[in-house]
């Protein structure tokens, strides 16, 4: 990805989450599958995750609820959004898609929108996405949601993928901003299909509709290849965090905020020492949700709001299936 030239950066001027009430502890995992307490949370620094348990409840849901709480943030109503742009690899359907749903929901009449799926790096290339139609001028105001309902297509058999995965959704409103400093300044974003084969569900597309046997043979449930993955993303996730600083001239005590995609303890610390950011300046809330997906970059935006001050470097860094990687370089607006 290029720089911005623009005239007009795009900014974060408001942020939210909403995670579902019920909490599935460690505990409760161990009496579903051949695990521990321990075990989890020596591997990969999950206590517990949050499940939507309604099975009348989906995706543009938890969607709904956090650009509600967002919107109320903001003071401003559901109408004079131009553009929603929804993260998921869990719409609640293949069609009509969930930013569709979303905006229905909350009556934003005025808006567009579409989903764009590239898994745990869905919110940082949607949010790459939506800075556009902000700084080429189209839009004014563009909600970028982050939002999965894991537990839908996790199977809570295989210890291996049940206790990474939780439910959550966060929301961000991009506005234009004048002033040349603040704002999304930069972007590198990256895939390699080659990964593919390492994490994915391959039921319920054009190459594996549904049928009795895809899903006898689990073909709708998260296959993921974690050794493999780990190795990748440790790496992966590292480089273009450290790219992104050295092409920004960034050193490490520049860094107000590193906020990496929550998918493993280990794979955050090696990432910020890599980038050479103090642990007290990583956002780390992956002991309480698990891995939300395209939720835990707004999640964390969204809980460490308080503390962010205008003119803050954040590094957002991500990496997920696909697979897709990649990082974006703001300075907090407010």
């Given at each position: 990805m290029i720089k911005n030239h623009k005239n007009i950066n795009a900014k974060i001027s408001a942020v939210a989450g909403w995670v579902p009430d019920y909490v599935l502890t460690n505990n409760e995992?161990?009496?579903?599958?051949?695990?521990?307490?321990?075990?989890?949370?020596?591997?990969?620094?999950?206590?517990?995750?949050?499940?939507?348990?309604?099975?009348?409840?989906a995706t543009s849901d938890m969607g709904k609820n956090a650009v509600d709480v967002l919107l109320e943030k903001r003071g401003i109503s559901a109408e004079e959004?131009?553009?929603?742009i929804c993260a998921t690899v869990t719409p609640d359907m293949l069609f009509p898609s969930t930013a569709c749903l979303i905006a229905n929901k909350v009556g934003a009449k005025n808006a567009f929108g579409f989903d764009l799926s590239a898994a745990c790096s869905a919110f940082i290339f949607a949010l790459d996405c939506g800075a556009k139609y902000i700084s080429s001028g189209q839009c004014k105001k563009v909600i970028v949601v982050g939002a999965d309902k894991m537990s839908s297509i996790v199977d809570y058999t295989d210890r291996q993928t049940c206790v990474i995965f939780g439910d959550g959704a966060g929301a961000v409103l991009?506005?234009?901003?004048?002033?040349?400093?603040l704002g999304i300044r930069d972007s590198i974003l990256k895939i390699d299909g080659a990964g593919g084969e390492y994490l994915k569900m391959i039921g319920g597309g054009s190459l594996n509709p549904a049928t009795m046997n895809t899903v006898k043979m689990g073909h709708h449930y998260i296959y993921q290849d974690g050794k493999t993955v780990f190795k990748f993303a440790v790496t992966k996730m590292a480089d273009?965090?450290?790219?992104?600083?050295?092409?920004?001239?960034?050193?490490?005590?520049?860094?107000?905020w590193l906020v990496p995609h929550q998918a493993n303890l280990r794979i955050i610390d090696a990432t910020a020492k890599r980038m050479s950011v103090d642990t007290d300046k990583v956002m780390v809330n992956i002991h309480k949700y698990g891995n939300t997906t395209a939720a835990t970059i707004p999640l964390c935006l969204s809980d460490w709001?308080?503390?962010l001050k205008k003119n803050d470097n954040l590094i957002l860094a991500a990496f997920g299936?696909?697979?897709?990687?990649?990082?974006?370089?703001?300075?907090?607006?407010?």
């Amino acid at each position: 990805m290029i720089k911005n030239h623009k005239n007009i950066n795009a900014k974060i001027s408001a942020v939210a989450g909403w995670v579902p009430d019920y909490v599935l502890t460690n505990n409760e995992l161990s009496q579903m599958v051949d695990t521990s307490d321990e075990w989890i949370t020596t591997r990969t620094g999950i206590k517990e995750r949050r499940i939507l348990k309604d099975p009348l409840l989906a995706t543009s849901d938890m969607g709904k609820n956090a650009v509600d709480v967002l919107l109320e943030k903001r003071g401003i109503s559901a109408e004079e959004i131009d553009l929603i742009i929804c993260a998921t690899v869990t719409p609640d359907m293949l069609f009509p898609s969930t930013a569709c749903l979303i905006a229905n929901k909350v009556g934003a009449k005025n808006a567009f929108g579409f989903d764009l799926s590239a898994a745990c790096s869905a919110f940082i290339f949607a949010l790459d996405c939506g800075a556009k139609y902000i700084s080429s001028g189209q839009c004014k105001k563009v909600i970028v949601v982050g939002a999965d309902k894991m537990s839908s297509i996790v199977d809570y058999t295989d210890r291996q993928t049940c206790v990474i995965f939780g439910d959550g959704a966060g929301a961000v409103l991009l506005e234009p901003e004048e002033d040349q400093l603040l704002g999304i300044r930069d972007s590198i974003l990256k895939i390699d299909g080659a990964g593919g084969e390492y994490l994915k569900m391959i039921g319920g597309g054009s190459l594996n509709p549904a049928t009795m046997n895809t899903v006898k043979m689990g073909h709708h449930y998260i296959y993921q290849d974690g050794k493999t993955v780990f190795k990748f993303a440790v790496t992966k996730m590292a480089d273009v965090s450290e790219e992104i600083m050295k092409r920004n001239n960034l050193k490490g005590e520049d860094v107000a905020w590193l906020v990496p995609h929550q998918a493993n303890l280990r794979i955050i610390d090696a990432t910020a020492k890599r980038m050479s950011v103090d642990t007290d300046k990583v956002m780390v809330n992956i002991h309480k949700y698990g891995n939300t997906t395209a939720a835990t970059i707004p999640l964390c935006l969204s809980d460490w709001e308080n503390k962010l001050k205008k003119n803050d470097n954040l590094i957002l860094a991500a990496f997920g299936g696909g697979f897709t990687w990649g990082a974006i370089y703001l300075k907090w607006a407010y």
